[in-house]
Structures are given as structure tokens and as C-alpha cells.
């Protein structure tokens, strides 16, 4: 492309894509100079033919695609057996995860549990304690909802400073499927909860080895919670719980758990590893917050970023990125480019749905220069996303969880991008 | 289960699940009765513990889940060169469908074609001739739409009778996907169009040895059309035109064209082999309707459908199914239980979208007797779908495409279905 800055985009992309592609010669004047190579190479392209496909009845992604993948931090955590993959959210668009490169926690594994095995108990405080065979829970009303899942330590390494390059690994804990499943509050009423359910809770754990109990209010367990047996259509993948999950809109990603096995009704929470020393932030006073199950409204530009540089000189850049709030809806994001001195509101793709991603855009006339490139977003509670400044100023330095600060990429004119700080 | 029916889904869920799995001993009942198996087995499930996960970056399907694929049929097409694989909607939930088992058709094999070495023209009657490379379709303003795909063979054999024996072969030509894209009038306009564009289409051809050439009018092209390059937020797989393909929302399936590589601005249009003797409806009096691209609304029923029987006696029982209309938004689904004599509305899933899949269900308490099921869809412009003997009055018996009728299950006391015709 060219390297000079032209005002209008159309006039721009004409030359700038004669400058890279050559204008087709499809008319006289192409006729004229003699064939254009790029003209024979479109019509090489009618021999080509390919495979037939029915060799992989479940397709896969395109050998071209190969880096577009999960991928861990080894050093941040001990095991495999207790491990996590990032979703490669700098090089997806849209706001569907594909179950395939959907990030996932595990704390024993992901186990192997067929359906024909599976059981769901309900117990503790119900009229009739339940166990659920899968089959009994497809006989159930059904849901479909498409849901973010964020875990509560994603960007958490930031709190430190910029320490990870990469949107992939700085903001990739997270995935939105559509989920299909049954009401939590529908299993429960089945079982029978008492008249007074004010103040009580459901705990919830799973089949693994790590059982990852977690104590959820019940106001919550009756509102939006689903046991969920599909995400984006299919079956879950083994590593997303299969057969059945729950899922907890807009709540830390810890609370979602996979291989669902039992969900007891308690007078109170019970206070487990994963919601004392696990999931709590410790502030400057040495005191921890706890409960803090909402993820706060949250963006990441996803591209361009350190994954996903900027491959061609000044002109039309396409800027994007995604926005989330676990307490409702985006209704706006702004862009800065100049480290958060200026914003300019950026486009929704779509109308912002409750508790799940929204894609935005803004498309800029790029001068070349190094950008300090940040996003903000807004929900509809009024809630605007901090900065990590004023993250800090309430939460102190001691915390891993819960960072939704804005996030800066440092863009050289080279187009290459880095994770920088800004004060 | 139990074979009784109850008129109570409650009263009888619970009486259903305590015959099938046991009521949970977890309270002093259980105790005095001894350890029940389950909870024995509920708790040897805390040893389990997986595998690390890390070693499938990019996640399969789980092996349980092995027949949830696309599935050809082998005498449709000669050779897998020019052949088709279904989507297995009998065994999906939801509105999504992923992408390693979406339907997809080819005419010259599924090509590879790296992003690198992509080339899309725009030539014919624009100002001035253009070629873009994949870096540049980048960098203009990009869309985010769910829209389905239907193949108009879809449903194609069932003009002659009940033939297939299972939804994803009936209506399994169809998927329905987020596509990220840049709108084609913006190519267009890029390229410079006429003054006046009334009158004008546009051809569109991929880059595979059949080009599967196909006209599509101006106002069409200008409208919503996608130059699109992710579908479910990640590139598109080989088979549905990586890197880049055509979405014509709401038109049959076959002017999607894949390895999308030239458009040009016509005076009129080609009549292609894709258009004439392909993909036109002969009528009683041997003319042929064309020109028809618009998938008319209809539905299915996904499950109970042959492929997916219901599994359990009397009581309740989730009747679900797919709705869609190429005209707009799905505003209604009725479902018949008695071959068309009776209809209840179903609950859809979410608001009907514009071409785009929605999912409906009806709950009904089945009393164990055999069933004629049915769907039928209404759209935002008030069609409904027709029977397949109202289809034949106006379109009489030569038709191989276009067939959006409505379609009937015949389900057995045993809980087996079939595809059977009613008139």
C-alpha cells in the first residue's frame, strides 16, 4: 500500500490497492500493456480443484489456521492436571468462540464421563432429594442464551504492570457460546425448595477430582442460572464439562462448573478453597473482598495488538476488540489512540445483549505515527471501566482477580505492538 | 420411567426420576436404608481426574459424541469431487450451527487457497477495475450477521414421497452461522458503479474449476451481501471457501460462493449453467420458474425425528425444531401431533431474527401413542408454510429444488420415528 496519507478512504484503497495488486487490466487498457500476471494467475485458478471433502466428516480448521489456537502460560500453573488455555481472541472476529479454541480451566483434568454414567443430584434443604439421569434432563423446558464465561484471573497477571504480550494471553480467559439448558431454578422447584428461600444458597461441585465446589445465593440460582448441555449447538467438548455444565451469566468463569454433579440447598455458603483463598481480593488493608461474583464491564482491543500488528502503512486501519459486563449490557465503547488524552466512540456491531461479548470497530485514516491504543466501555448500569490507576487506588497492589482495567498497546510505526502502561 | 402418565410434569418428574435413578438417600431415610449405589458412585467420581488438555490446542468433539457429523449419501452425487455433506441437525440444540459439522456443498473439491495468494476482482461495468488481496478486504468497515444457508436442494427429494429416513438428511443441507465480512456495495463503491444502478447485476465466481457462476441483481448486491471472512469468529474452514466467501442472506445456498474471486458489474445477467439448468423449478406445463432465490419460511422438526427417537415412555416429552425464512424474521411455529389436524403454537427459543435459524419447542405430556408430527412456519410477512400438497397444486411434480414444505414424523408407540407423507 502506499505510504502516503490520503484524506478520503475510497480515493485512498483505489490506489492503494493499484499500488499492491495492480489494477486488474479487465479492459482495454490492460490489453493494451499486455497480459497482466495478476489476470493469469486469477485464471490459473479455474483448474484448481480439491479434495472431496467426506474424508473429515467433522472439519477441521485449515492447515493456514494452524497458530490459531489455545494456548497456556507453562509458568502459571504447576501441573497440566491444573492448567488453563487462552483463547486466541487476536485473531477472531465476530463474537461467537469456537467450542474448538474456547479458553478452559481445570483443576483435575478434563474427565472422561458419558452420558449414560452421568448423574445430577439436587439434596439439602428440598422437599425431595433428586438424582437426575441425563436423558431426565432433556424431558425439561429448555433455554438458549448466549453467555460470556470470564475467568475471575483473566488480566489478573496486569496488575503488576505489563507483563504479558499478547491479547491472547492478557484478556483470553474468556469465551461467549450460545448455551442450550435447563433452569437451575426448574431442577430445583422439581425437588422442592423451602417457602422461604431468602438467605438461603446452593452449593454446587462437580465430578472431578477437585469437585471445585462453589456456593452460589439462591436469588441468583433462581434468576438466570442454566445446567447446559450444548454450547454452540453441539455437545459440550470434554474440556467444557461434558455431558453437562452450569452456567452462570455474567458471574467468574470459576463459578460455571464442569461435570456438574450435585447442587445442595444450604442455610449458607460454605465458604470453600475456591471462594476464601481462591477468587478473593486482598486489599491494602490486608482484608479481602469476597462474593465479588460479577465481572465488572471490561474491553481489550484485540486487534491491532502484539499478536496482531499492523501489516501495511498509513491509511485505513480497521481498529477492533471486544466489550463485556457481567451486570448487564454494552452500550458503548471509546477508543483512544493517544494513551487515553482523547476518545472517540467506537461502533457497535451489534446492539449490546446482556452478559455476553460485544465486537466493536472503529476505522481510522492511520498516519503512521506510534499510537498508545485503549478501549473503554460502558454498560447499561452507567458503569465506565476503569483505568488501572484508578483500579489501584481502590484496590491496593495485592490483588491476582477481578482486573478489568482499561488495557493500553504501545503501536510503532512499524506496526508492531507491545503491552505498555500508561499513568 | 414411569409408564403411568401424570397430568402434573412436577408430580410426575419426580416420580419419574425416583423410578428411573433412585431418590438420593441423602437424608436420614437413606441412612437407614443403607448406602444407596448412587451416592456410592456420586462420590467415586471425586477420584476421577482427566487428562491435561494441552495436548489438543485446538479441541474435538468428545469420542461419545463420534456420530454427530456430516453425513453424505453416496448416490446423490457421482463423486466426491461434486458431492454434499449434511448437517446432523437431529442430534444439535440451539440456533448455531459450528462449523466442522455444518453442511457445506462443492463442485470441483474443497481448494486450498492460502490468504496470501488470494486475489478478488472487481471488474465489468465499474469506474475503474480493481484487485483486491485478503490484507486489503481488511481494511475496510466490517458487518457481523447470523444468517442461515440453505442449499435449494435442500429438502429436494421429498417432492417424490417420504424418501430419507432422518431430518439430517431431509433438511440437513442448511447451517446457520455468525459471518464477519465486508459489505459488497462497499467493494463496489470502491470500485466505482454506474449512475444509475437500476437494471444492472452483478456475477459472482469462485475460484475452484466449476467457478459456480452465478448473477445476482444490483439492488440484491447493494443491499446486504457479505464479502465475508469468519464465520463463528474464526476463518473459514476449507470446505466453506477459505479465505474468503460470499454471503447472500436469506438466498439459496448455492450463490454463496465460495473461494470467492471475481464480481463484475453486468448489464444483465449471465444465465449460467448454476441458473438455467440448474436451480430452476420445472412447472406442470414444462416452463420453468427461475429467478426464484429467496428460500421461502419453513421448519422441521429436529427431535423426536428417526435419527433421534424418543428414549423413554409416557410423560413429558420436549418437542423441538428449526425455523427459518429467506423473507425475514420467523414470528410463529405451530406444532401437530396429528398429521395437520390440530395445531399449538410452539415457544420459540428467542425472538425470530432475519434470516436466520430459530429454534422453537413445545413441552407436551405424551400419553404414549403414536404421533404425525408437524411444523409450520409463519415469517414477519405473513407467509406460512404450506403442505407438501398445497406445494404440488402450484409447482406440480417435475420440481427437484425449493421444496419448503411442511414435513411430517411419524412416531411410533415405541418411540421410533419415520418419514412418513400424510394427505
Known amino acids: 500500500m502506499s505510504d502516503e496519507l490520503k484524506s478520503s478512504r475510497r480515493a485512498f484503497l483505489k490506489g492503494g490497492a493499484a499500488a499492491t495488486a495492480g489494477i486488474a487490466a479487465a479492459g482495454a487498457a490492460g490489453a493494451a500493456e499486455g497480459p497482466d500476471p495478476l489476470i493469469t494467475e486469477l485464471q490459473d485458478w479455474a483448474s484448481l480443484t480439491g ?10 480448521p485449515i492447515e493456514f489456521e494452524s497458530d490459531v489456537i489455545r494456548r497456556n502460560v507453562e509458568w502459571l500453573t504447576a501441573d497440566t492436571i491444573s492448567s488453563i488455555n487462552f483463547t486466541p481472541i487476536h485473531a477472531l472476529d465476530g463474537t461467537i468462540t469456537p467450542q474448538g479454541c474456547a479458553f478452559e480451566r481445570h483443576h483435575s483434568g478434563a474427565i472422561e464421563l458419558a452420558k449414560e454414567d452421568y448423574r445430577l443430584m439436587i439434596n439439602g434443604l428440598v422437599d425431595t432429594p433428586l438424582v437426575f ?73 462437580g465430578a472431578d477430582a477437585s469437585s471445585n465446589g462453589r456456593s452460589i445465593p439462591m436469588e441468583k440460582a433462581l434468576d438466570d442460572v442454566l445446567v447446559a448441555f450444548k454450547a454452540n449447538g453441539e455437545a459440550l467438548r470434554k474440556e467444557h464439562g461434558y455431558p453437562v455444565r452450569l452456567v452462570v451469566p455474567g458471574w467468574e468463569g470459576n463459578m460455571w462448573v464442569k461435570w456438574l454433579r450435585r447442587v445442595e440447598v444450604m442455610d449458607g455458603p460454605v465458604e470453600s478453597r475456591e471462594e476464601t483463598s481462591k477468587y478473593t481480593d486482598t486489599l491494602e488493608d490486608g482484608t479481602s473482598r469476597k462474593w465479588t461474583w460479577a465481572m465488572d464491564a471490561k474491553s481489550v482491543v ?85 483505568t488501572k490507576e484508578q483500579l489501584r487506588e481502590v484496590r491496593g497492589l495485592n490483588s491476582i482477580y477481578h482486573n478489568n482495567c482499561i488495557q493500553t498497546w504501545w503501536v510503532r510505526e512499524t506496526g508492531e505492538a507491545e503491552n505498555v502502561e500508561v499513568s
Chains 1, 2 share one sequence.
Open 302 to 386: 484485540t486487534s491491532p495488538s502484539p499478536q496482531a500488528p499492523i501489516t501495511h502503512g498509513p491509511g485505513p486501519l480497521v481498529i477492533t476488540g471486544l466489550a463485556w459486563s457481567g451486570n448487564g449490557a454494552i452500550t458503548r465503547v471509546d477508543v483512544s489512540t493517544d494513551g487515553g488524552m482523547n476518545w472517540t466512540q467506537a461502533r457497535l456491531a451489534q446492539p449490546g445483549q446482556k452478559m455476553a461479548l460485544s465486537r466493536f470497530y472503529l476505522e481510522i485514516d492511520w498516519d503512521g505515527s506510534e499510537m498508545l491504543l485503549q478501549s473503554r466501555a460502558m454498560d447499561d448500569t452507567g458503569y465506565v471501566q476503569p
Open 133 to 205: 439421569t441425563y436423558a431426565d434432563l432433556e424431558r425439561f423446558p429448555r433455554e438458549n442464551h448466549v453467555y460470556f464465561c470470564e475467568c475471575a484471573a483473566n488480566t489478573g497477571m496486569e496488575w503488576a504492570g505489563a507483563q504479558l504480550n499478547g491479547a491472547q494471553f492478557t484478556h483470553g480467559m474468556i469465551h461467549n457460546m450460545e448455551y442450550t439448558g435447563v433452569p437451575l431454578r426448574t431442577l430445583l422447584a422439581e425437588a422442592g425448595l423451602p417457602a422461604e428461600t431468602a438467605g438461603k444458597w446452593v452449593y454446587v461441585e
Open 51 to 60: 479434495d472431496g471433502v467426506d474424508a473429515t466428516p467433522y472439519g477441521l
